[in-house]
């Protein structure tokens, strides 16, 4: 039986897909499908070798004869079978856009949390923290520039991570090593820098799309927001892919739904764009 008809079973569940389960009833009862008898002679005969109807698929013959004989009298059983058949798969289609939608526009969870070292919430803009590859932290921009001081007071060389006090990378090499320290830990934002460096071709990377998207994947799945982004805009600018708008559209709504405000944005020029006047706006798709 159908996930779906285990779900009827349910009282609450029923209230919510009164529709589905109604249909799903209907067609159970009219469903013949686990009688091994032939529908126009009545004889037995094993389900392995027995002719079925070709559209339905829910009632059995012996031979192609009965399948024959019986046509006439099964048309009418056989169109309702298909039409509730449809009726249902169209109640789970909406059903699961509804769900879909709810998904889509609940408040997403936030993408800003507080700094590790003065405790503040960290500033929504890009330029207002930084992650630190040595230990994993993001720290507000306040506190990495914050001056440090010795136990007399005097001002002392602050080119150290102001959370773990490790020395700042000297070269493109240690930063690379660094990151791939973290990413061994399933550290999603390493991950996504890492796929970013690739992207660009940078930080001594050579650019390699191909292994962008692989990384962005991995820190999608890991709850990074940003990555899927990364990957929407990768199908909708055809950056190491083919232009796909249903596949950017996907990934934008993945990673809106995570609380990416970019890709929230990028959904909105979207929908902006399907009612636009395409004569006046050319550039709008």
């Known amino acids: 039986m159908s996930s779906t008809s285990d779900s009827c079973k349910d009282s609450a569940s029923k209230s919510r897909n009164d529709g589905v389960c109604e249909l799903e009833e209907k067609l159970q009862n009219m469903s013949v499908a686990d009688i091994s008898v032939c ?45 509730l058949a449809a009726e249902k798969h169209i109640e789970e289609l909406r059903l699961a856009a509804e769900k879909h939608d ?23 803009i890009v330029s207002g923290s930084r992650y630190k590859s040595c230990c994993g932290k993001t720290v507000c921009s306040g506190c990495i520039y914050a001056p440090l001081y010795d136990n007399q007071g005097n001002e002392v060389d602050n080119k150290k991570c102001p959370f773990c006090r490790v020395p700042m990378p000297s070269s493109n090499v240690e930063t690379i090593e660094r990151v791939q320290k973290r990413m061994e830990k399933d550290d999603p934002i390493a991950i996504y820098n890492l796929g970013n460096y690739c992207r660009d071709g940078i930080r001594g990377k050579p650019q390699d799309y191909t292994k962008a998207l692989e990384l962005f994947h991995r820190a999608g799945e890991l709850g990074h927001a940003q990555a899927y982004c990364n990957i929407g805009y990768a199908y909708s600018n055809g950056l ?16 809106a739904m995570r609380g990416s405000v970019e890709a929230r944005h990028n959904l909105g020029i ?3 764009a399907m009612g636009a006047d395409l004569e006046r706006y050319p550039n709008a798709t």
């Open 102 to 124: 709810i998904e889509l526009f609940k408040t997403p969870p936030s993408q800003h949390y507080d700094c590790p070292i003065c405790f503040l919430r960290m500033p929504a």
């Open 270 to 272: 979207i929908a902006w």
């Open 240 to 255: 190491g892919v083919e232009v796909d708008k249903k596949k950017a559209n996907h990934y934008y709504e993945l990673s």
């Open 39 to 83: 529908a126009n002679c009545g004889k037995e005969g094993s389900s392995d070798n027995m002719n079925t109807c070709n559209k339905c698929e829910q009632v059995r013959y012996c031979n192609a004869v009965c399948k024959k004989v019986h046509k006439k009298k099964h048309k009418k059983d056989c169109e309702e079978y298909i039409r």
